[in-house]
C-alpha cells in the first residue's frame, strides 16, 4: 500500500553502496504533528536515488512510499526492520504543513472490509492499490 505525506527537508545524505548490486541514499523530513514536529527518515533504493537531487534542505516536498518489512535470523534469533522506502518525490506547496490534526489511513477497496482507522497526522494518506489482474490476462502456468 502507497502511503504520502508532505513536510520540510531536514537532512539529505550521501547515496551508500550497499552491496555490489544494492543502493541506497536517505532523507529526512520533518513532518509537523501537533505542537512538535516529527523528523521521519525515508530512504530511496537502486535507481531511485536521485530523486531527491532537484531538492535542497528546506525545500517543502511531498513524497510517496511504501511501507517495507523484513526479518532476518541473526546467530539463532529473528530480528525485524522497518523502512519507509519513496518511490515519488514533489515540490510542495509552500505553505507549510498544517499544524495540530490528524493523517488520515485510506485502505484500498476491498469487499466488505471494515471502514479505516482514522489517525491523527492529515499530511500522511495512503493512495489506492493498483488493481490485480484477473486469470486471463496473465500468461502464468497457475
Given amino acids: 500500500m502507497a502511503y504520502d505525506t508532505t513536510g520540510r527537508l531536514h537532512e539529505i545524505f550521501d547515496e551508500q553502496q550497499v552491496s555490489e548490486k544494492f543502493r541506497k541514499r536517505e532523507f529526512v523530513l520533518e513532518v509537523q504533528d501537533g ?50 522506502e519513496a518511490w515519488k518525490i514533489d515540490a510542495g506547496s509552500g505553505g507549510g504543513a498544517p499544524a495540530g490534526g490528524g ?13 479505516p482507522a482514522q489517525n491523527q497526522n492529515p499530511n500522511l494518506r495512503a493512495q489506492p492499490a493498483a488493481p490485480i489482474a484477473g ?4 500468461d502464468l502456468p497457475f
Fill in 135 to 138: 486469470d486471463d490476462d496473465n
Fill in 103 to 115: 493523517y488520515s489511513q485510506q485502505a484500498a477497496p476491498r469487499a466488505a472490509a471494515p471502514a
Fill in 35 to 84: 505542537q512538535y514536529p516529527e523528523h521521519i527518515k525515508f530512504q530511496l533504493v537502486q535507481d531511485k536515488t536521485a530523486l531527491i537531487d532537484p531538492f535542497k534542505v528546506g525545500d517543502e516536498v511531498k513524497v510517496t512510499f511504501n511501507l517495507r518489512g523484513r526479518g532476518f535470523n541473526k546467530n539463532g534469533q529473528m530480528l525485524y526492520f522497518t523502512n519507509l
